[in-house]
């Protein structure tokens, strides 16, 4: 319904996490690793008439033991669309704005001070699991503490960050972008250096990475622990074959495999701050000589498929990030 006037955001929403918050594969595999809680869809389905079932109660006021019946007021079609427009914009009937000259409309407006604000985005990106030693979703937290927090930088600062487009029904050509921007390369920076401009076959050639997170204000990665950020730099062949034994690093915080979900590590990068990693390549000397390459690139993958040796950059997929080095083999 919403489209029909404000189509510029609608497309921009439609592709999305919040429009995918609850079809993802990555929510449905973290959903089944957690046990399918109730309490995930209390965020990932954020309207009451998206849940075929409600809670009457709770066993012993246990959050994790509802007591459910149906409900009769269930729109499977709704329940599609994830954290969809009135999630965050609709109040007793009437429609958000942050705009305190907003044009007349064909519903009602109600100003909200708190639309625009990091503390919406905490409703659903800030999670405490009971007894646990850290929050399960910390996101709000790790701003609060970030030197984008201190400076007052919120979430859609750079998230929701203005663009211009098509004039909607607001009137307005700069809207705020609602595809919810989440980019590696704006978050990281990544410098390598090497002890040697050309590879020479037989001797050792040192790789030393710096990654730093500059852009984000929170942890790379940040969010549910049931997902990590992969590096990867390896040298790599005119034949697109691997020269030697790669670099792989991964960037995650480890929990427990049930609730509370204690954490066991944590390697992530919190905002402002930076990891060097240092590693040999040695290429055989039987090797062929020629061109080559030093790839480097980032993958985000299941926390629980970080010990599988089947997993390969080849069969991974688009990298979050890629940078690749020409490099002589001699």
Request: aromatic letters at 6%; hydrophobic letters at 40%.
């Amino acid at each position: 319904g919403c489209n029909a006037c404000h189509y510029a955001v609608h497309d921009a929403w439609a592709g999305s996490a919040h429009a995918r918050a609850w079809t993802s594969d990555d929510f449905r595999r973290a959903l089944d690793r957690a046990g399918e809680p109730t309490a995930c869809a209390g965020c990932h389905l954020p309207i009451r008439r998206q849940h075929p079932r409600i809670a009457a109660g709770y066993t012993d006021g246990d959050i994790a033991r509802p007591e459910l019946v149906a409900n009769p007021d269930w729109d499977p079609t709704l329940m599609t669309e994830g954290v969809t427009c009135a999630a965050c914009h609709v109040r007793d009937g009437r429609v958000l704005t942050t705009h305190a000259d907003a044009s007349p409309a064909a519903h009602p407006l109600a100003l909200s001070a708190e639309l625009g604000t990091s503390e919406l985005c905490a409703t659903c990106h800030q999670l405490t699991w009971p007894d646990a030693d850290q929050p399960f979703y910390d996101t709000y937290g790790e701003w609060q503490r970030s030197p984008q927090g201190q400076a007052g930088i919120g979430c859609q600062d750079c998230h929701m960050p203005p663009v211009t487009g098509v004039a909607t029904a607001t009137g307005r050509s700069a809207l705020a972008d609602h595809g919810v921007v989440a980019d590696a390369a704006r978050a990281l920076t990544i410098t390598a250096r090497l002890s040697a401009p050309e590879v020479e076959r037989g001797s050792p050639i040192h790789l030393t990475l710096t990654l730093r997170n500059t852009g984000a204000g929170h942890s790379v990665p940040t969010g549910s622990p049931f997902k990590a950020w992969r590096v990867v730099a390896r040298l790599v062949g005119a034949d697109g074959r691997e020269l030697a034994p790669p670099l792989v690093h991964d960037l995650v915080r480890e929990v427990q495999p049930a609730p509370p979900w204690q954490t066991l590590s944590d390697s992530r990068l919190p905002a402002g701050e930076e990891l060097v990693l240092d590693h040999d390549f040695t290429v055989d000397q039987r090797k062929r000589a020629g061109s080559g390459h030093l790839e480097i690139g980032i993958w985000k993958i299941d926390s629980a498929r970080r010990a599988d040796a089947r997993w390969s950059v080849d069969d991974a997929g688009t990298p979050l990030l890629r940078q690749v080095i020409p490099l002589v083999v001699m």
